[in-house]
């Protein structure tokens, strides 16, 4: 083997006799090694590097040009070696790398709290324990500091257990429907979507959120207003949790669930009219997930 690469070495070698070298082209490989910068040839350093030159036979001319030519393969070799070192030891975090995971946090835990982008969870609504319930923010939220409602994208997004529902939203005198504790699911639907003063109310439809069943629907408020002052969706059982007034022309999407024979509603409330906005709503409210028990 050492013989065959001394010949090879030495056609590879004869095949630049007549190149001539500029004379600092090898103090200047030097210099680019010790620096780490990579060689640049002009391209008339280029041009002067012809390996289809006739080769000569005199071996005084021929000595220092194989030892420039060898020296530049050698630089050449060793600029590479240099940057691989380099970018191996580079600290720099590779650009698909994950960003670190954040623990979920309390969703109430702090009044006129500005969220930042995670998952939150509750584990009772209206002061009853439920399963918990976590959703992902990824917008600016802020908490309202009620204890049951989040103000993002244009609207407000809420959990809370309905306990007065009145019969006209915008007539209030004319009664209540009182649910209470122990109203079931489709009682509950049934009081919300046929109260009176909403206008395009939609059918509810089945759905189920990591098997717990429950309806969603949706009604818009008027677009004049209400003619009896204050337009009322229901008051919160135990507390917070109602809502006494809606803007002209609001969108509201509900979702009543049975969580182990707690019904709650989380609902959305669209006040922009901004189609990105109800976008972003609809997702926040799809992120949404209840823990199996």
């Known amino acids: 083997m050492p013989d065959d690469f001394d010949s090879m070495l030495a056609a590879r070698c004869s095949a630049v006799d007549d190149v001539p070298v500029p004379v600092d082209l090898w103090s200047r490989v ?9 060689v640049q040839l002009t391209e008339e350093e280029v041009t002067m590097i012809d390996l289809e030159t006739p080769t000569r036979t005199d071996e005084h001319r021929t000595g220092p040009k194989r030892f420039a030519v060898a020296g530049l393969l050698a630089a050449a070799a060793m600029v ?3 940057f691989v070192a380099i970018r191996n030891d580079d600290p720099v975090s590779p650009a698909d790398q994950p960003s670190p995971t954040v623990p979920p946090r309390a969703l109430f835990g702090m009044p006129d709290e500005q969220f930042v982008p995670g998952t939150y969870y509750l584990d009772e609504v209206s002061g009853v324990p439920t399963p918990r319930i976590s959703i992902t923010l990824r917008d600016e939220w802020i908490n309202l500091g009620d204890g049951f409602a989040i103000d993002g994208q244009g609207g407000v997004l809420a959990f809370s257990r309905p306990d007065h529902v009145p019969f006209d939203a915008c007539h209030t005198s004319e009664g209540w429907l009182t649910t209470g504790s122990q109203t079931t699911l489709d009682d509950l639907v049934t009081a919300l979507s046929e109260q009176q003063g909403w206008v395009n109310v939609t059918t509810p439809t089945d759905i189920s959120v990591n098997g717990y069943a429950g309806k969603e629907f949706q009604r818009t408020a008027p677009a004049t ?3 009896g002052g204050e337009f009322r969706g229901w008051d919160g ?5 109602g809502w006494t007034h809606y803007e002209p022309g609001e969108v509201e999407t509900l979702r009543v669930f049975d969580l182990n024979g707690t019904t709650i509603v989380i609902n959305t409330r669209l006040q922009s009219g901004d189609p990105a906005d109800a976008a972003g709503l ?3 409210l799809d992120s949404i997930s209840i823990e199996p028990t």
């Open 225 to 227: 207003g209400c003619s």
């Open 30 to 38: 030097q210099f680019k090694v010790l620096d780490r910068v990579p």
């Open 282 to 284: 609809a997702a926040t």
């Open 237 to 241: 059982y135990g507390g917070p949790g």
């Open 80 to 82: 590479a070696v240099v």
